[in-house]
């Protein structure tokens, strides 16, 4: 079975810290993305990658960076973080030539007082 | 962006109902995909669709590819307590770029 597993379930942060949210995948999968959640707003892409040293902005990359030095983990950085960071955030992972199936984190529930 | 438009927002069933939700969109999917989050879950995925007209089953739940790749619905019969839980659908938008586009979900609530 797959595993993606996510560095931290809750993490607690005070504004202008900078944040990082780890991810791990054992299945060798090329491609890795981070989301974040919100009511009422679904899953929403920030960041993915396509290989190591590889990213691509997804659609909301304001206020984050992120890293891949290795193919099995995935960073998240928030730079500076902000109230409005606060939320849920999902590591996934798939493999080329497939099909297009994503498997997904436990997630990070990150607050930022 | 790509937008899945998901419904309904959520339902309130009893336990042994059948359960239809349905996600549409305004462009062409090559793939559907649908995810079921328990709270404080990552989703997981449940049934893949890769063909226009395609029904997929997985146990109870039945999903399919709507023949002009512009929609997908899900099934779940005789629900149990669970299901409990939000459904999303999600999928590569045909020519898109790249990670999956989501619908906000449809939230399962069983009343005993």
């Known amino acids: 079975d797959v595993k993606v597993t996510q560095s931290s379930r809750y993490l607690v942060k005070r504004t202008g810290e900078k944040v990082f949210l780890e991810c791990v995948q054992d299945?060798?999968?090329?491609?890795m993305f981070w989301y974040r959640q919100d009511p009422g707003l679904g899953l929403r892409l920030i960041y993915f990658?396509?290989?190591?040293?590889?990213?691509e902005k997804g659609d909301i990359p304001e206020g984050y960076s992120v890293s891949r030095e290795k193919k099995e983990r995935f960073s998240l950085i928030l730079e500076s973080a902000s109230t409005n960071q606060t939320s849920m955030y999902l590591c996934?992972?798939?493999?080329?030539?497939?099909?297009?199936?994503?498997?997904f984190g436990p997630g990070t529930r990150l607050t930022v007082l | 962006g790509q937008q899945l438009n998901q419904s309904p927002q959520s339902m309130f069933i009893q336990e042994g109902e059948d359960v239809s939700m349905n996600c549409t969109s305004s462009?062409?999917?090559?793939?559907w995909l649908w995810y079921k989050q328990d709270p404080g879950e990552g989703p997981v995925l449940l049934i893949a669709?890769?063909?226009?007209?395609e029904l997929t089953s997985n146990g109870r739940l039945t999903a399919q590819f709507g023949i002009t790749r512009k929609d997908s619905f899900l099934n779940i019969s005789a629900s149990i307590p669970s299901d409990v839980g939000i459904y999303f659908c999600?999928?590569?938008?045909?020519?898109?770029?790249?990670?999956?586009?989501f619908g906000k979900g449809t939230h399962l609530i069983i009343q005993p």
């Open positions: 999600a999928g590569p938008p045909a020519g898109g770029a790249d990670g999956l586009t």
């Open positions: 669709l890769y063909k226009a007209g």
């Open positions: 996934a992972s798939t493999g080329t030539g497939g099909g297009n199936e994503q498997f």
């Open positions: 299945m060798d999968h090329e491609n």
């Open positions: 990658s396509y290989d190591v040293k590889m990213k």
């Open positions: 462009s062409i999917f090559n793939t």
